[in-house]
């Protein structure tokens, strides 16, 4: 077992900043990746269970399958009664939630430090004995039919991401969102899902954090008691398709029923969350279009007038990378006016540096976002998940800050020439329906 002590200063604007992030980390025997993060400033402990399964584990035929689960793992274990989760987590003055993405799905209890041990307990019950039935199936089935009618088929410009997914991607199963397809969910039969629940939620491809208010040696001893006798599973390759390097530049169109007004998409697919790469990117995508002093909000939204709003969706996957341009026109603004003010944009990207001023800006925005990031115990959990799982560094959550100070005007300059080319990316005009 090994402990680990790391401590960062930050600077911004003039001011010092100290944050110092404790953690230890270890396995069980089965596997089970344990990291704890001790707090005692306020009387209250998060309890998460990340495990390694996210949309891209699904095959094709049987997309959702993940996020899925998300909602199916509440319904209820061998000990919790149906119905019974939420209210035993509320009665003790806890909250709790979920999610699921590409690459991973993670739940959490946050109880006051006293119930600590109820949620090592109660994760502990789902990852080993939840209840997969014909009942929580259906039930869940509607809740999660009903959520992608409300977020994504009933609100405009809901399925902008879907396009986006869909046309990156062809052969790499990032082709398709976490919420799937509900046909591929009607179509699947009980025991597809209690197949899916014995292959991923197993120790050896979860992580637990536990953080907050706790004392180690105590925490360990509950650990040992509630996950050290689950078995370990069967871990299976990842052995996903890749998908062609783009070398043309492809236009596609999508129409969605529920807008008046398009959205130009420029998107390009990028480096995974690993490579440096990726993170010189995230600052270039922060200097084009975060935010209203963003160089391509000044150029086409306050100055030029063509543009309602720009942004942009960013970021390293674990496979692969995703930098994506959103353009919404002004009025009769066409696509190609827009097209050629981003493209002028990345153009002075790829031939000049960018001023000192505007370097030193945004090396001040990443500083401020790195602290604002590990300021809350729920979202320490999940970096600490994170850096271990998917880039295999727990502690990036002290260091990754030293990675964005390390990148220079020239890193960004040659990730704009390597990167951010025409014949390199995917235009999708996603439009309102004609009448």
Known sequence: ????????????????????????????????????????????????????????????????????FEHLLFEGTDNIKRGEWFKIVASNGGDNNASTSNDVTYYYETFPSNNEQLGLWMEADRM?????????????????????????????????LTALYNNLFTKHPYTWIPIGSMEDLDSAKLEEFQGFYKKYYVPNNATLVVAGDIKPEQTKKWIEEYYGRIPKGTIYPKNYPKDDPITHEKE?????????TPVYTFAYRTPDGKERDSY?????????????????????????????????????????????????????TTRE????????????LQTALISQEDYQKLQ??????????????????????????L????????????????????????????????NQRIIINYMPERK
Not at 32 to 46: C, E, G, W, Y
Not at 47 to 55: A, E, K, L, N, R
Not at 372 to 388: E, G, M, P, Q
């Open 391 to 422: 880039k295999g560094n727990t502690n990036l959550i002290n260091t990754e800050i030293e990675i964005y100070r390390s990148i220079t005007r020239e890193d960004l300059q040659n990730a704009a020439k390597k990167y951010l080319n025409s």
């Open 128 to 160: 080993h004995n939840a209840v997969i039935n014909q009942v929580g199936v259906d039930t869940q089935r509607e809740v999660v039919k009903e959520e992608k009618r409300q977020n994504l088929d009933s609100r405009p410009y809901g399925n902008r």
């Open 1 to 68: 077992m090994e402990k680990m002590l790391f401590s960062i200063t930050v600077f911004i604007s003039g001011l010092h900043f100290s944050q110092q992030i404790k953690f230890e980390e270890y396995d069980l025997p089965n596997g089970l990746h344990v990291i704890l993060h001790q707090d005692n400033k306020v009387p209250v402990v998060t309890t998460m269970v990340m495990y390694h399964v996210g949309s891209k584990d699904e095959v094709k035929g049987r997309t959702g399958f993940a996020h899925f």
């Open 337 to 348: 006016s827009l097209q050629a003010g981003i493209d002028a944009e990345i153009k002075k």
């Open 252 to 260: 596609v169109t999508v129409v969605d029923p529920n807008i008046q």
């Open 280 to 332: 010189v990117l995230d600052m270039l995508s922060t200097y084009l279009s975060i935010g209203s002093s963003s160089v391509l909000y000044q150029r086409l939204v306050d100055q030029e007038k063509k543009a309602r709003t720009v942004n942009s969706a960013t970021g390293g996957l674990e496979d692969y990378g995703i930098f994506a341009l959103f353009a919404y026109p002004m009025g009769e």
């Open 364 to 389: 001040n925005q990443f500083e401020t976002q790195f602290i604002s990031t590990n300021s809350d115990l729920k979202d320490i959990a999940k970096t600490l998940a994170k850096n271990h799982l």
